[in-house]
């Protein structure tokens, strides 16, 4: 790769991500772009860390739990990405790096605006682009195990989300924080589809490089705060295994059951990985019932997994068998007698519950989602989606859209 496709690789990268772009050629500065021109650059202290990591792909966290993502595009090439949005602000820490910058007195508070809005990414999410860049641009796959972290102590951790909870408090009656609070409704309702709908690997997934979701202030200390949105989460995903068909005594059962757990819990991290385990219980429970006979199959998870993965294509039983290693008719067979429905069932179900997320979350037309299902027409998606909902696909868009306009909001 040229100078000049590294750089122009640079240059769509700041635009596209909000953040700081730079490339090194050794360590001379050949490029550098960054929305919000902070000058002098925040990396100057990390910059050794980053130029001299053995990796040819890694992340590097700082005191203030920022992120800086980097990948060796050639011999003695490095491109840099970062700030990212600081997740911990100790007056300490913050005090130490603007001294480091020899930030002038008259500018600090303009300067610590300027890294407040750096974009949030999270740490998995950095580790996901730079796998995807290094995979492009060497044309090998770059596993995402592969990507080198500089991690803090996992004692920080807690600290992090209890700072997080104390901003999501403090930050509750502001404009721009109100925006993001309705911004996050969307993830949240997305959030409760994969449990209503069972998609416990793809929640799994999600928790791995989660949204960034922002809630509005439930209370005035950081545990109650996060308990607080673990009881309405609780709510949420009991109501959503229902509507996945979980009986309603099973499902506001399990809900009670977390409640209580989550009154135990005394510091935020803890309540934060109990509310991940609950959503991925009810998803599990809503799983089991739409599969009972498979569910823990390696064969049905293989198969299920290849469905969702290509749920956008046609999905031919000849070509997964192929992929899969098995005959048409072994496959057909088996996965008969491990779920009690046949494969071509399985396959319009799910097309069906991926046109249901579609409906509600998005608003495009019937044909343009029959098209983007492959579907053979708008008719015959149509009729599918009655067959296996028990309604119209407008009907459905029309009961969930007056449903959510009419919720007072469990969130």
């Not at 067959?387 to 009961?399: D, F, H, L, N, S």
Request: a neutral charge.
């Amino acid at each position: 790769m040229d100078r000049e496709t590294c750089i122009s690789m640079c240059r769509g990268l700041a635009k596209a991500y909000s953040t700081g772009v730079r490339l090194f050629e050794g360590e001379q500065l050949l490029f550098y772009e960054s929305v919000s021109c902070m000058e002098p650059d925040p990396l100057g202290p990390f910059l050794a860390q980053v130029l001299e990591a053995p990796a040819r792909a890694g992340v590097i966290t700082t005191p203030l739990h920022q992120f800086y993502g980097f990948l060796t595009l050639r011999e003695g090439w490095r491109l840099v990405l970062g700030p990212t949005c600081m997740l911990q602000e100790s007056g300490k820490e913050v005090e130490l790096l603007l001294a480091m910058l020899k930030v002038e007195p008259a500018r600090r508070e303009s300067y610590l605006r300027l890294l407040r809005s750096a974009p949030v990414i999270n740490g998995d999410r950095f580790a996901w682009l730079l796998a995807s860049l290094a995979t492009a641009l060497s044309g090998e796959a770059f596993p995402v195990e592969d990507v080198w972290f500089q991690i803090r102590p996992a004692s920080s951790r807690a600290q992090v989300l209890s700072d997080y909870a104390r901003r999501q408090i403090e930050t509750a009656d502001d404009p721009e924080a109100a925006r993001t609070v309705e911004q996050s409704y969307a993830w949240e309702q997305m959030i409760l589809s994969y449990v209503e709908n069972g998609r416990t690997g793809a929640l799994r997934e999600l928790f791995c490089a989660p949204p960034n979701i922002v809630a509005g202030r439930i209370a005035y200390d950081e545990p109650r705060q996060s308990k607080n949105m673990g009881i309405c989460t609780a709510t949420g995903a009991a109501r959503a295994a229902i509507r996945g068909g979980v009986p309603p005594r099973q499902a506001l059962g399990l809900s009670d059951l977390y409640i209580q757990k989550l009154e135990l819990l005394r510091d935020v991290a803890a309540v934060e990985q109990l509310i991940r385990e609950m959503l991925l219980d009810f998803a599990a429970q809503v799983e089991k019932l739409r599969c009972p006979g498979g569910g823990d199959s390696r064969f049905y998870q293989r198969c299920a997994r290849y469905v969702s993965e290509n749920l956008y294509t046609a999905l031919r039983a000849e070509e997964m068998a192929a992929a899969l290693g098995y005959t048409r008719s072994y496959l057909c067979t088996r996965f008969h007698q491990e779920t009690g429905m046949s494969l071509k069932q399985y396959i319009q179900r799910e097309k069906a519950m991926e046109a249901r997320r579609l409906l509600r979350f998005t608003d495009q037309e019937l044909g343009q989602i029959a098209a983007l299902l492959d579907f053979s027409s708008q008719s015959h998606f149509q009729t599918v989606f009655k067959k296996v909902t028990g309604e119209t696909p407008m009907a459905y868009r029309r009961r969930t859209r007056g449903a959510e306009q009419d919720m007072s909001g469990i969130f």
